[in-house]
T-cell receptor, first 117, second 109 residues
Framework: GAVVSQHPSRVICKSGTSVKIECRSLDFQATTMFWYRQFPKQSLMLMATSNEGSKATYEQGVEKDKFLINHASLTLSTLTVTSAHPEDSSFYIC?????????????FGPGTRLTVL | GQSLEQPSEVTAVEGAIVQINCTYQ??????LSWYQQHDGGAPTFLSY????GLEETGRFSSFLSRSDSYGYLLLQELQMKDSASYFC??????????FGKGTRLHILP
């Protein structure tokens, strides 16, 4: 089946620094990828839609200047958390639609646990 | 906009059957999906219903009633490994998936 990878799986950084998270589709091309954030014991909240070759589309309340998204190729999207603060500590997950059979199926990356000190 | 309601927690006994309900409000409907997520892991796709009725995949089944804006996930022959959070989800325009708040399933031996 389709595989989505994320790197790094875990990152700890100091407040004020920037962190880049990569999301790759390993065996299929993804013109669209999605970035979610999940706080402990809560649901996945969609942050933005990453579009290959064009600007990302952000959900209401998500600061586009803080969460920079670049969809560099058909297999890679990156999320950069700029000037990270402790409240940005969360589990960040990317996903890509499989594009098959209209099943609403998406494959998720394994997630990145970000801790900002 | 989209909104989904599901119970926050459900407890069941190993070997039993459990049903997790989901009601939704959507501006357009493109099917109801279910995802499973273990603690610390990523969500994994379980099932999808676009039309009314029951879809069965092994021990898991999913039901949809579009007229009632309602669906459920049925888990049979519960195993301890089924302890996880279960999310119902709907697709928005452009393939965005909007998740419910999730139901945490506790399984007792």
């Amino acid at each position: 089946g389709a595989v989505v990878s994320q790197h790094p799986s875990r990152v700890i950084c100091k407040s004020g620094t920037s962190v880049k998270i990569e999301c790759r589709s390993l065996d299929f091309q993804a013109t669209t990828m999605f970035w979610y954030r999940q706080f402990p014991k809560q649901s996945l909240m969609l942050m933005a839609t990453s579009n290959e070759g064009s600007k990302a589309t952000y959900e209401q309340g998500v600061e586009k200047d803080k969460f920079l998204i670049n969809h560099a190729s058909l297999t890679l999207s990156t999320l950069t958390v700029t000037s990270a603060h402790p409240e940005d500590s969360s589990f960040y997950i990317c996903s890509a639609p499989t594009g098959t059979s209209g099943r609403n199926e998406q494959f998720f990356g394994p997630g990145t646990r970000l801790t900002v000190l | 906009g989209q909104s989904l309601e599901q119970p926050s927690e459900v407890t069941a006994v190993e070997g039993a059957i459990v049903q997790i309900n989901c009601t939704y409000q959507t501006s357009g409907f493109y099917g109801l999906s279910w995802y499973q997520q273990h603690d610390g892991g990523a969500p994994t796709f379980l099932s999808y219903n676009a039309l009314d009725g029951l879809e069965e995949t092994g021990r898991f089944s999913s039901f949809l009633s579009r007229s009632d804006s309602y669906g459920y996930l049925l888990l049979q022959e519960l195993q301890m490994k089924d302890s996880a959070s279960y999310f119902c989800a709907v697709r928005d325009l452009g393939d965005k998936i909007i998740f419910g708040k999730g139901t945490r399933l506790h399984i007792l031996p």
